[in-house]
Nanobody, 128 residues
Framework: QVQLVESGGGLVQAGGSLRLSCAAS????????MGWFRQVPGKEREFVAA????????YYADSVKGRFTISRDNAKNTMYLQMNSLKPEDTAVYYC?????????????????????WGQGTQVTVSS
């Protein structure tokens, strides 16, 4: 059974940093693109960042570019999101996801429907 588990969320002051982790189990994800999304109540889940299967390519939403860094360790079946210079508007539940469709390619999906498996989410709250 495929499972994605996020961790590392919490409460931080504006300007601070957090590092989210996404541990995958149930299969090897080293051939697949993975991504981070976030959602606040009453709004659509929005794309944050995506990383290619090898980790060699990454793509970010404009709102987080230059502040967030996505990475992965395929040996550990784990993906990360380093979040620096956090702002109150970054407050959301953060979800990790894996896209099986683009196996072995460098395509970086940014649509929710491109992702097949999702974690349960971790809350990030940034106080002003």
């Amino acid at each position: 059974q495929v499972q994605l588990v996020e961790s590392g969320g919490g409460l931080v002051q504006a300007g601070g940093s957090l590092r989210l982790s996404c541990a995958a189990s149930g299969r090897t994800f080293s051939s697949y693109a993975m991504g981070w999304f976030r959602q606040v109540p009453g709004k659509e889940r929005e794309f944050v960042a995506a990383i290619s299967w090898s980790g060699g390519r990454a793509y970010y939403a404009d709102s987080v570019k230059g502040r967030f860094t996505i990475s992965r360790d395929n040996a550990k079946n784990t993906m990360y999101l380093q979040m620096n210079s956090l702002k109150p508007e970054d407050t959301a539940v953060y979800y990790c996801a894996v896209a099986l469709t683009y196996s072995g390619t460098n395509y970086l999906p940014i649509r929710r429907l491109d992702y097949n498996y999702w974690g349960q989410g971790t809350q990030v709250t940034v106080s002003s």
